[in-house]
């Protein structure tokens, strides 16, 4: 039995919304187009061709969550090695998390992520789906980050951390199907969050 948040129908639209400047184009010159990325720290990237591009950008993302797949079908080989030759010093975790579910083990791993990025690098490879991970990081990770997350079929998302974002998070957290476990993982992003 799945355990955890899911996600309604109710919520889809709302979240598949840009939630941050939206930068249009593919590649490499979208990532070299968001002037955020020179402004706001850490820097994390959810999903894997932002996170490609941006390591291709010549930057070093503080945090990194990613599942191997795009739009669900999986990265190109060359790319994923491209990827694990720069996160090579990264300190690897790695969680299952189903489609449009935010598991506790998710949740617990963002958590301690987070805690840690002070001292390293971050590298968080999902089993499964790491779109949601966005919801949670917004509301984990200190005021002035910057995450950098895909937008399909129109280009990156660079979302800056702030009390606006944040304010929208308990929100969502509350319109999710509780499953199993579902209240504990509301408790703990909104006791480890920052308001």
């Known amino acids: 039995m799945s355990k955890g948040l899911k996600l309604p129908e109710s919520l889809r639209e709302f979240l598949a919304k840009p939630h941050g400047k939206l930068y249009r184009g593919k590649g490499l010159e979208t990532i070299e187009k968001i002037r955020e990325i020179r402004r706001y720290s850490p820097l994390v990237c959810v ?3 932002v996170t ?3 390591f291709k950008a010549g ?3 503080d945090l990194v969550v990613i599942d191997l797949k795009t739009v669900r079908d999986l990265i190109d080989s060359e790319m994923v090695a491209y990827m694990e030759s720069k996160l090579v010093n990264y300190i690897k975790k790695k969680v ?3 489609p449009a579910l935010i598991t506790p083990e998710l949740a617990e791993l963002l958590v301690e992520s987070v805690k840690e990025l002070k ?3 971050i590298y ?3 089993e499964g789906e790491e779109d949601l991970a966005t919801v949670l990081l917004v509301y984990l990770l200190p005021y002035n980050s910057l995450i950098l997350y895909g937008q399909p079929g129109e280009g990156v998302v660079a979302l800056v951390v702030d009390r606006e974002q944040k304010n929208i998070i308990p929100g ?3 319109k999710m199907e509780r499953l199993e476990d579902g209240e504990k993982v509301i408790k703990l992003i909104l006791d480890e969050g920052i308001l």
């Open 119 to 121: 001292n390293r690098k």
């Open 172 to 174: 969502v957290l509350e």
């Open 47 to 49: 999903g894997d061709l």
């Open 96 to 98: 299952k998390n189903p």
């Open 124 to 126: 968080v490879l999902v």
């Open 59 to 61: 930057y070093e993302p």
């Open 52 to 54: 490609y591009y941006t």
